[in-house]
Nanobody, 113 residues
Protein backbone atom coordinates (compact mmCIF):
# COMPACT_ATOMS: atom_id res chain seq x y z
CA UNK A 1 0.00 0.00 0.00
CA UNK A 2 1.26 3.43 -0.90
CA UNK A 3 0.15 6.65 0.74
CA UNK A 4 -0.04 9.96 -1.07
CA UNK A 5 -0.35 13.00 1.14
CA UNK A 6 -1.14 16.55 0.13
CA UNK A 7 -2.31 19.86 1.52
CA UNK A 8 0.54 21.22 3.59
CA UNK A 9 1.66 24.80 3.36
CA UNK A 10 2.01 28.07 5.14
CA UNK A 11 -0.66 29.81 7.18
CA UNK A 12 -0.86 32.52 9.78
CA UNK A 13 -1.74 31.68 13.36
CA UNK A 14 -5.48 31.24 13.75
CA UNK A 15 -5.87 30.02 10.20
CA UNK A 16 -6.87 26.67 8.78
CA UNK A 17 -5.44 24.02 6.52
CA UNK A 18 -6.69 20.65 5.34
CA UNK A 19 -4.46 17.67 4.73
CA UNK A 20 -5.42 14.71 2.60
CA UNK A 21 -3.95 11.26 2.34
CA UNK A 22 -4.98 8.65 -0.18
CA UNK A 23 -4.10 4.98 0.20
CA UNK A 24 -3.63 2.77 -2.84
CA UNK A 25 -5.41 -0.13 -1.16
CA UNK A 26 -7.84 -0.99 1.60
CA UNK A 27 -6.67 -0.02 5.04
CA UNK A 28 -8.08 -0.55 8.54
CA UNK A 29 -6.73 2.55 10.25
CA UNK A 30 -5.33 5.79 8.92
CA UNK A 31 -4.15 8.99 10.45
CA UNK A 32 -1.44 11.53 10.93
CA UNK A 33 1.71 11.92 12.95
CA UNK A 34 3.89 14.98 13.05
CA UNK A 35 7.47 15.82 13.88
CA UNK A 36 8.73 19.26 14.72
CA UNK A 37 12.43 20.14 14.59
CA UNK A 38 14.26 18.69 17.58
CA UNK A 39 11.19 16.83 18.81
CA UNK A 40 9.96 13.27 18.68
CA UNK A 41 7.29 12.20 16.27
CA UNK A 42 3.86 12.37 17.88
CA UNK A 43 0.43 11.11 17.00
CA UNK A 44 -1.93 13.82 15.81
CA UNK A 45 -5.11 11.98 14.90
CA UNK A 46 -6.23 8.50 13.94
CA UNK A 47 -9.40 6.96 12.56
CA UNK A 48 -10.01 3.24 12.47
CA UNK A 49 -12.26 0.87 10.60
CA UNK A 50 -15.32 1.30 12.79
CA UNK A 51 -15.07 5.06 12.58
CA UNK A 52 -13.54 5.56 15.99
CA UNK A 53 -11.17 8.47 16.31
CA UNK A 54 -8.32 9.39 18.58
CA UNK A 55 -6.53 12.73 18.91
CA UNK A 56 -3.37 13.98 20.47
CA UNK A 57 -4.03 16.17 23.49
CA UNK A 58 -2.52 19.24 21.88
CA UNK A 59 -4.95 19.22 18.94
CA UNK A 60 -8.22 18.18 20.56
CA UNK A 61 -10.99 20.59 19.77
CA UNK A 62 -9.05 22.15 16.88
CA UNK A 63 -8.36 19.31 14.47
CA UNK A 64 -10.87 16.92 12.96
CA UNK A 65 -10.08 13.71 11.14
CA UNK A 66 -12.50 12.18 8.69
CA UNK A 67 -12.46 9.42 6.10
CA UNK A 68 -13.91 8.62 2.74
CA UNK A 69 -13.82 4.84 2.86
CA UNK A 70 -14.83 4.48 -0.75
CA UNK A 71 -11.74 6.38 -1.80
CA UNK A 72 -9.42 5.04 0.95
CA UNK A 73 -8.74 8.65 1.78
CA UNK A 74 -8.41 10.41 5.09
CA UNK A 75 -8.64 14.13 5.74
CA UNK A 76 -7.32 16.25 8.56
CA UNK A 77 -9.06 19.58 9.00
CA UNK A 78 -6.83 21.81 11.08
CA UNK A 79 -8.40 24.93 12.54
CA UNK A 80 -7.14 27.57 14.95
CA UNK A 81 -3.60 26.73 14.00
CA UNK A 82 -0.81 27.77 16.33
CA UNK A 83 2.90 28.28 15.68
CA UNK A 84 3.57 25.16 17.74
CA UNK A 85 1.65 23.15 15.14
CA UNK A 86 4.52 23.78 12.75
CA UNK A 87 5.93 20.39 11.80
CA UNK A 88 6.27 17.84 9.08
CA UNK A 89 3.05 15.86 9.02
CA UNK A 90 3.20 12.20 8.03
CA UNK A 91 0.33 10.10 6.86
CA UNK A 92 0.15 6.70 8.52
CA UNK A 93 -1.89 3.62 7.80
CA UNK A 94 -2.14 0.15 9.25
CA UNK A 95 -3.87 -3.11 8.71
CA UNK A 96 -6.08 -4.81 11.23
CA UNK A 97 -3.97 -6.08 14.10
CA UNK A 98 -1.01 -3.89 13.17
CA UNK A 99 0.34 -6.63 10.94
CA UNK A 100 1.34 -4.05 8.35
CA UNK A 101 2.12 -0.38 8.84
CA UNK A 102 2.73 2.21 6.18
CA UNK A 103 4.07 5.73 6.10
CA UNK A 104 3.58 8.40 3.50
CA UNK A 105 5.98 11.14 2.60
CA UNK A 106 5.88 14.10 4.92
CA UNK A 107 4.14 17.34 4.15
CA UNK A 108 5.31 20.52 5.81
CA UNK A 109 2.91 22.71 7.72
CA UNK A 110 4.23 26.10 8.77
CA UNK A 111 2.23 28.36 11.06
CA UNK A 112 3.56 31.86 11.49
CA UNK A 113 2.82 34.07 14.48
Amino acid sequence: VQLQASGGGWVQAGGSLRLSCAASGAIFGMGWYRQAPGKQREMVAMIIGGGGTNYGDSVKGRFTISRDSGKNTVYLQMNSLKPEDTAVYYCYARSLGFRYEYWGQGTLVTVSS
